[in-house]
């Protein structure tokens, strides 16, 4: 397949081989022998600043011309993109504001700073990405700076394509390859040198189930922006994808997946008790897709990108919940008490089976602390006691409302 976009990825490989680290691509056994096939990860997560953006910004920055650089580059970024960014401006001794959010945690703040050692300052603003990169926009224009994007962008997309470089260097007859998607950036180049060099390689795009925008335009036959997404997997949560990085994956792609958030969870659990491998939640994609496709990939050579591993310490026990409830062992219920004495020892001892636990239980009413309606959170040791336990809480008289089952009330009191 002719490269109609001329990008020069080998050109790109010299350009940034002396900034980024070349990442190793793991044969891993367990994966290979629970989908009975030949499983490789390629290890963006030990990227230097611990995603492959780094490739896409200094690929693009190292090319502006002097005149234009003079008066320093502007991003807008919460996440791994600002820190590539920030990381270029301190190898390439340019100045650099990096725009983001004002909800921005603030480890992901210190990271950044910290890549950027003294070339960068970092504006807070905004409550949104959009409303942040509205303002770099504004900021840009009216100095006379240099936007760098994080994806829509020839020189970027060429950047980001030196993962595939990489990748048949190491396995030249690698015959799938499954790459998450946010913008559409790592996809788009990585994806164009892939089937440039080998036309019959199998390309899955993977995209979080609640933040589906590539889906979406192939859908709509164009780039459109979604009113809603869910921002959880943040580094592959975008609302609309590129307008040069959709035509590339709408060509090459042979499929998308959409992958939910909770199976995603599970996948990161995993890989760090399993393999002590830190992935972020769009880092995880890749891995989380395997069971959707496993007839696909049976007795083939595939390769996961493994896209980042920026993962906040913070957030584990939330990705932890999500993966139980997506489990189908953590349950929430509303559970009004029979009237009776001894209703809440009846319900430990009768009603709960051995393995169940109880994590959470609060009373509604500050007024009826004894008698009320109560929040409780079960913990089952296996999917299938949740009907048994459902089942005896109704043999014993404990009206109940089941909260997974409704959405709205278990955003409310969950």
């Known amino acids: 397949m002719p490269n109609k976009y001329n990008f020069d990825f080998l050109a790109a490989v010299e350009r940034i081989k002396n900034v980024v680290k070349r990442t190793p ?56 993109h600002a820190q590539g960014v920030a990381y270029s401006c301190k190898e390439l001794k340019i100045k650099g504001t990096i725009f983001m959010p004002e909800i921005t945690p ?92 080998n036309p019959n390689i199998l390309l899955i795009g993977v995209e979080p189930e609640g933040a589906p925008s590539m889906d979406a335009a192939f859908k709509a036959g164009r780039p459109i922006k979604l009113e809603q997404i869910n921002r959880f997997i943040d580094g592959a949560a975008v609302k609309s994808v590129g307008l040069l990085t959709y035509p590339i994956c709408r060509e090459l792609l042979d499929e998308i997946l959409l992958i939910p958030e909770g199976k995603v969870c599970t996948t990161i659990l995993k890989l760090y ?53 997506f489990e189908g062992l953590k349950h929430y219920f509303i559970v009004r008490f ?14 709960l089976g051995p393995h169940d636990d109880i994590t959470r239980f609060e009373f509604i009413k500050k007024t009826e602390r004894e008698s009320g309606p109560a929040l409780v959170g079960i913990e089952l040791k296996d999917p299938e006691d949740y009907n048994g336990l459902v089942e005896r809480m109704k043999t014993f008289k404990f009206e109940i409302i089941e909260l997974n089952q409704d959405q709205t009330l278990f955003e409310y009191l969950v």
Not at 56 to 80: E, F, H, L, R, T
Not at 153 to 172: A, K, R
Request: charged share 20%; with cysteine; net charge negative.
């Open 25 to 80: 691509l793991q044969y891993n056994a367990r994966l290979s022998e629970k989908y009975e096939c030949q499983v490789y990860l390629k290890r963006e997560d030990l990227q230097i600043v611990r995603s492959y953006k780094l490739r896409g910004a200094y690929n693009m920055m190292s090319q502006i011309p002097a005149d234009q650089i003079q008066n320093g580059i502007v991003c807008a970024s919460a996440g791994n």
């Open 273 to 325: 008790n399993e393999e002590a491998i830190v992935a972020e939640p769009a880092g995880a994609l890749a891995v989380a897709s395997l069971d959707l496709c496993a007839a696909q990939i049976k007795g083939k050579k595939v390769v996961c990108i493994v896209s980042g591993g920026n993962n906040d310490i913070e957030r584990m026990q939330e990705i932890k919940e999500k993966s139980l409830l």
């Open 338 to 351: 029979p009237q009776r004495p001894g209703a809440l020892k009846l319900f430990v001892n009768d009603v």
């Open 106 to 197: 603030k480890q992901k703040i210190s990271q950044t700073t910290l890549f950027g050692n003294g070339w960068i300052n970092i504006v807070l603003v905004g409550d949104t990405f959009d409303d942040c990169l509205a303002e770099a926009l504004r900021f840009t224009a009216d100095n006379d700076m240099t936007f760098v994007p994080p994806f829509d962008n020839y020189h970027v997309i060429e950047g980001q394509g030196t993962v595939g470089v990489e990748i048949l260097e190491d396995l030249p007859d690698a015959e799938v390859v499954i790459m998450p998607i946010g913008g559409g950036g790592l996809a788009s180049g990585t994806g164009t040198y892939l089937k440039g060099t």
